[in-house]
Structures are given as structure tokens and as C-alpha cells.
């Protein structure tokens, strides 16, 4: 390979793949380095230097300046002593190198195959940095190709420029059909560097896919004028967007609907005739669950910001379709507003309130000690646990029609002594610790003695060992004879140790 040749070399592979002439040199300088090796048939460190606009080059044996350890030098052939190269280069530092010239090698058919491999593996890196490097920006973003080939429900697309997407047949929509040569849009939703390159991860089953697709069909959402809140999928059946207007003059539902439902039946035809519901957007999460219930009519519902869950009732003859088909309807309302929503008909929502308000009632009684009027009354205000009744402002409570101040301070002296005693009964819980898992699998044990026991500071079967009959009978629910059972089964192992 002259000069001639290995410029030829640079330029035509630079243009065939649209790689910077800069990496195939450093392929081909590598190559030459691999074949001086191989021809010295040792272990050194060689350097080729090619001139870019001759095509000539020069090669060089060279050693790398160290400090020798206990044991001398770890490579001699590529490494030399500080003090032996100060002998000719006083100016030397520790991880400077020191080059000597050596005959180039002349190529011959193996080693031209060593450069072959050597460039094609340079140019492969440099194609995969390409594609990284191209895509890097787009993850999150939807892109646009050809089916190359479909494998066992995989789908591969081409994207142009030597990169290639992969669909998995999980992320495919259910019953679509594709074939080679189709142009297929997707949700780029992650990119991975591999050996054998990098895989460009396309979903069209994303939620991200259905928002991006109204990104395209509706301008006023590309503008800002309306945002996309959230989007829930049951990918090729239906689907439901929250959407909410930044713009007071402009109805973000009809919007995204269009003119006789031409931008939302676009949409529907690229998710190969999903059903897409448009919801507005409320700041109050219950009418946004409301909202997103439709087309289901809701009467009444119940919010537990606690627990993070909503009871929707809905007319008996409507339940049905506000549960949908499966579950669907309530499944996608659940996933749009983060809410667990929990449809019901309407009698079994006051059943269910009725027992609820009931269970308050009983707790307000036996925590205040206050007969069921008083305990009906809080309730009825909203209260539903003795912190509110302790700490919410006492002009609150004075207005009660029912209460007054003196009453108002007697119910708050009482939240406020039961919360005390709850928390000094927390704390001796705490530190008295857990049962561990000898005691709990003893024999004649249950989780709710092992409990008992661990209040009285007994958490391990060595705790119970140490214990006399006397002091476990203090336990609630232990008398003698069982006392001295539990005490023999824990010693079984000492008296084993003894044998």
C-alpha cells in the first residue's frame, strides 16, 4: 500500500460512510502499528505518523518514561528508567516517551488484511459514535422511518444516515400490521451503547407517543397556547389526554378536537383507530376526576387525600359504562389523574359512607369519652380524627351551633390527653423492639403474643429463656401453666448444648 493507496483509502471511505478523514487515518496508522508488531514478532509500542496530504508516513518504536518498582521495570520492551533517559534527554519527565525511527513495514497480503480489519473496526466505532452523537438530543422525542424487517413481531426501522430503531413486539400496538417499506412513526424513549451498536429503543404503545402525535396535530399545543397534562393508553383500544388552555379565549378541547374531529381522528388513524378521549384539565382534583370519568355521569364523590383514592358513585344504570369495558374506563381515569378511583352505584356509596361515618362515630366515643350525639355532631362537621379536634383553630368549633366554649375546651383537653397517652404507648412499643424470627417460629407461639411480649422487652427466645414464671404471668393473657410451657420450649436449646 503506497502513498497513493492509502489516501485513496481516507477519501473513499470518508465519503462512502460520512466519516471525518481524521478517523481513517487513525485506522489506518493503527493498522501499520499492529503489522510492526507483528513483524518484530514482540511486545513493543510502535507510532505511525501519516503525512494527510501525502499519503506518506513514518514509523517509530517508542518507550514510555517510568519509575522502576521493587522489581525493576513491568514492560521492558515498552517502558525505560527516568535516570537511563536523563542520560541523552535531561529534560525528560515521568510519562513523557522517548521515539526512535525503524523501518516501515511493506504490505503484503496478511497485513493488508490486518489493515482491513483494523479500519473496519475504527470505522464501525466512529458510525456508532455517529449515531449516538446524531440521536442523543432526539431521546424524548418522536421519530420517523422505513421497516426494514419484521422478526417474530420485532419490528427494525430505518432512520437514515446507517441508524437503525428497533420496535419490540411489546411495544407495538396489539393487531397492527406492518410490513417492509412502511414508513412507521415512534416514541424514541431510550438509547443504549452496544458492542454490536447502538440500539435506538421505539415505542408506539407510550403514552409519550399519543402527546406528541397532538404536538403535530394541533399548532396552539406546539405554541404553548395549550398544555398537554397527562395522557393515560390502552394502546389500539382507547385512550384518554388532560389538557388545559393557557389561553382564557381559547377551549383546549375543542382544539385538540378540530374542525368535525379532523386533528383527533388523525391522531386515532396513526394509533391504528384508538379511541382518544379529550379531558379538561381542573385544578380541583375531584371535578378532574369528574371530568375524566366522562363519558360516565358521576353524583356525588368521596376524596381521601390519605390514601390517595377517590369513591365515585354513579347512577345504577350507568355503572357499567363507568367502569368500561374490562375495567378500561376507570383504569385510564385512574392513570390520567394519579388518583386511585374507586367506582361504585349509589346506594353502595351510602352504604358504604354510612359505615364509615359510623366507625368515626364509635372512635370519636371511645377516644373523648363523649356520648354518640356529641361524636354524631363532629362528624357531621367533617372532623374525622381527634388531631383535628385538638388542634384546628377553637373558633372553629365555637361555631358549632351545638357547642359551647366550655364544651370547646373539654372536648380539646380530651383529644389532646388521648393523643399523649397514644403517643407514650408508641414509644414504649418502639423501644422495646420487634420480635425476632426464633421467637416468632417458636412452637406455641402466634404473632400476637410474640407482639405482647416484645412490649415487656421479650424479642428473642433467649429473652423468654431468661424470664421465671412469675414475671411472664405480668403478661396479658399468660397464666402459670402456660407461663412454664413457654419457658421450658425456649431452654430446649440450652439443655441440647448441655448433651
Known amino acids: 500500500m503506497d ?6 483509502v481516507a477519501d473513499t471511505v470518508s465519503n462512502e460512510k460520512g466519516i471525518d478523514r481524521d478517523v481513517i487515518f487513525d485506522a489506518i496508522e493503527a493498522a501499520l502499528a499492529s503489522a510492526t508488531r507483528k513483524k518484530h514478532q514482540k511486545d513493543i509500542e510502535v507510532r505511525v505518523d501519516i503525512d494527510k496530504n501525502t499519503g506518506e508516513y513514518e514509523t517509530f518504536r517508542r518507550w514510555e518514561v517510568v519509575e522502576p518498582g521493587e522489581n525493576g521495570l513491568e514492560e521492558p520492551l515498552r517502558q525505560i528508567s527516568l535516570e537511563a533517559a536523563r542520560i541523552d534527554q535531561p529534560y525528560l519527565e515521568l510519562g513523557d516517551f522517548i521515539e526512535e525511527p525503524i523501518e516501515s513495514v511493506e504490505f503484503g497480503r496478511i497485513a493488508a488484511q490486518t489493515a482491513k480489519q483494523v479500519i473496519v473496526q475504527k470505522v464501525r466505532e466512529a458510525e456508532r459514535r455517529k449515531v449516538i452523537d446524531a440521536y442523543a438530543d432526539k431521546e424524548g422525542t418522536m421519530v420517523m422511518g422505513q421497516v426494514r424487517r419484521v422478526e417474530r413481531g420485532n419490528v427494525y426501522v430505518d432512520l437514515g444516515d446507517n441508524a437503525e430503531g428497533f420496535i419490540p413486539r411489546e411495544d407495538m400496538i396489539p393487531r397492527e400490521s406492518v410490513r417492509p417499506g412502511d414508513r412507521i412513526r415512534g416514541y424514541l424513549h431510550k438509547i443504549v451503547s452496544e458492542v454490536r451498536g447502538p440500539q435506538l429503543f421505539i415505542s408506539r404503545t407510550a403514552p409519550e407517543f399519543l402527546v406528541e402525535l397532538f404536538k403535530l396535530e394541533v399548532p396552539e399545543v406546539g405554541q404553548d397556547l395549550i398544555e398537554i397534562i397527562s395522557a393515560a393508553r390502552d394502546p389500539g383500544m382507547r385512550a ?3 389538557v388545559k388552555s393557557n389561553d382564557p379565549r381559547l377551549d383546549p378541547v375543542g382544539a385538540c378536537v378540530g374542525m368535525r374531529g379532523s386533528r383527533v381522528q388523525s391522531v386515532s388513524n396513526e394509533l391504528a383507530g384508538e379511541r382518544v378521549d379529550i379531558i379538561l384539565w381542573d385544578e380541583n382534583a375531584a371535578q378532574f376526576a369528574v371530568n375524566a370519568m366522562s363519558p360516565a355521569e358521576v353524583t356525588s364523590i368521596v376524596v381521601d387525600e390519605e390514601s390517595g383514592s377517590m369513591d365515585i358513585a354513579v347512577p345504577e344504570d350507568k ?17 390520567l389523574t394519579g388518583w386511585v378511583l374507586n367506582v361504585m352505584d349509589e346506594a353502595t356509596a351510602e352504604e358504604k359512607s354510612e359505615s364509615e361515618s359510623r366507625q368515626l362515630v ?8 363523649v356520648d354518640e350525639e356529641v361524636a354524631i ?12 379536634v385538638a388542634y384546628i383553630p377553637e373558633s372553629e368549633l365555637i361555631e358549632i351551633e351545638e357547642f359551647d366554649e366550655e364544651i370547646v375546651k ?4 380530651r383529644a389532646r390527653d388521648a393523643l399523649l397517652t397514644m403517643a407514650i404507648a408508641n414509644e414504649e412499643t418502639a423501644a422495646a423492639g420487634e420480635p425476632q424470627e426464633d421467637l416468632l417460629g417458636m412452637e406455641y407461639m402466634d404473632e400476637e403474643l410474640a407482639y405482647k411480649l416484645s412490649r415487656h422487652g421479650i424479642c428473642t427466645m433467649e429473652d423468654l429463656a431468661d424470664q421465671s414464671t412469675d414475671e411472664l404471668e405480668e403478661v396479658e393473657g399468660i397464666d402459670a401453666e402456660f407461663a412454664a410451657k413457654l419457658i421450658m420450649k425456649a431452654r430446649e436449646p440450652w439443655f441440647a448444648e448441655a448433651e
Not at 502513498?3 to 485513496?8: D, G, H, P, V
Not at 355503572?319 to 392513570?335: C, D, F, H, P
Open 240 to 242: 384518554k389526554i388532560a
Open 377 to 388: 355532631i363532629l362528624v357531621q362537621e367533617g372532623l374525622t380524627t381527634i388531631d383535628e
Open 319 to 335: 355503572l357499567s359504562q363507568a367502569i368500561g369495558r374490562g375495567g378500561q374506563n376507570i383504569k385510564l381515569a385512574s392513570q
Open 3 to 8: 502513498s497513493k493507496e492509502i489516501l485513496l
Open 410 to 413: 373539654e372536648l380539646r383537653g
Open 362 to 369: 364509635e372512635n370519636f366515643m371511645a377516644q373523648l369519652d
